[in-house]
C-alpha cells in the first residue's frame, strides 16, 4: 500500500543533542513537507521541497534543517539551537502537476527533550 | 500573507445534533480551500476541498462544507454527529508562493457527548 511513513514514533533527546526524523513516501509525490504541531497553535510549516536537491524555508525554519537528496525521502534534522524542540512533527506530501495541494500525512513522530 | 482563523478552540454536541464548524481565510486571489480531521496522535486525514466551481462541496464521512467568497469563510458543517466524529478539526488554505504551501488554522477540538 502507498503511504507516507515517519520513524521513530517516539523519540527523547537531552539536551544539546541533534537528532533527525525519518520521512520515506511510496506515492510518487513530487513535494514533501515538515511541520510542527504544538496544543493550540496547529501546523506551522518548518520546511518544504518541491524537487529533489532543492528546498525552501517555511515559516519556522531555525532550529532546524532538512536534505532531499531522493524523491521518496526528506529527513528533519532538530538542532541543537532549537531552543524549544519538543512537539509532535508531521511528514506530508502532494502532487505539484495538478496543484490540488491534497495533502498526504504520515502518522507523525513525537519528540520529547529531557 | 493568507492565515486561516478557527475561533472555535473546542465545542461539544450531543450525538445525533447538526453541527458547524467555522473558518475564516485571509488570501488575495481565489484560495484552494481544505478541512482536515486528525484523531489524537495521528496524521492527518483530508476531508473535503475546494479550488472553483460549485460552492458547496461534499466531502467524506457525511460532511460538507460552503465557501462564502462575501465572507471569507469555509464553514464545516455535518446535519447529524457520531461518536466516533470526536477528533481535531482544521481549516487551511493553500497558496501557490515560492512553491505551493499551505496554511493551517490553530484547530477546532470536536467534543461528542451521548
Known amino acids: 500500500d502507498g503511504g507516507i511513513t515517519q520513524s521513530p514514533k517516539y523519540l527523547f533527546r537531552k539536551e544539546g543533542q541533534n537528532v533527525t526524523l525519518s520521512c520515506e513516501q511510496n506515492?510518487?509525490?513530487?513535494?514533501m513537507y515538515w511541520y510542527r504541531q504544538d496544543p493550540g497553535q496547529g501546523l506551522r510549516l518548518i520546511y518544504y521541497?518541491?524537487?529533489?536537491?532543492?528546498?525552501q524555508k517555511g515559516d519556522i525554519a531555525e532550529g532546524y534543517s532538512v536534505s532531499r537528496e531522493k524523491k521518496e525521502s526528506f529527513p528533519l534534522t532538530v538542532t541543537s539551537a532549537q531552543k524549544n524542540p519538543t512537539a509532535f512533527y508531521l511528514c506530508?506530501?502532494?502532487?505539484?502537476?495538478?496543484?490540488?495541494?491534497?495533502?498526504?500525512f504520515g502518522e507523525g513522530s513525537r519528540l520529547t527533550v529531557l | 500573507a493568507q492565515s486561516v482563523t478557527q475561533p472555535d478552540i473546542h465545542i461539544t454536541v450531543s450525538e445525533g445534533a447538526s453541527l458547524e464548524l467555522r473558518c475564516n481565510y485571509s488570501?488575495?486571489?481565489?484560495?484552494?480551500l481544505f478541512w482536515y480531521v486528525q484523531s489524537p496522535g495521528q496524521g492527518l486525514q483530508l476531508l473535503l476541498k475546494?479550488?472553483?466551481?460549485?460552492?458547496l462541496v461534499q466531502g467524506i464521512k457525511g460532511f460538507e462544507a460552503e465557501f462564502k467568497r462575501s465572507q471569507s469563510s469555509f464553514n464545516l458543517r455535518k446535519p447529524s454527529v457520531h461518536w466516533s466524529d470526536a477528533a481535531e478539526y482544521f481549516c487551511?488554505?493553500?497558496?501557490?508562493?515560492?512553491?505551493?504551501?499551505?496554511?493551517f488554522g490553530a484547530g477546532t477540538r470536536l467534543f461528542v457527548k451521548a
Open positions: 506515492l510518487n509525490h513530487d513535494a
Open positions: 487551511a488554505v493553500g497558496a501557490l508562493t515560492g512553491g505551493f504551501k499551505t496554511i
Open positions: 475546494y479550488f472553483s466551481g460549485d460552492t
Open positions: 506530508a506530501s502532494t502532487f505539484t502537476g495538478t496543484h490540488t495541494g491534497e495533502l498526504f
Open positions: 488570501y488575495g486571489a481565489t484560495p484552494y
Open positions: 521541497s518541491q524537487i529533489v536537491n532543492d528546498f
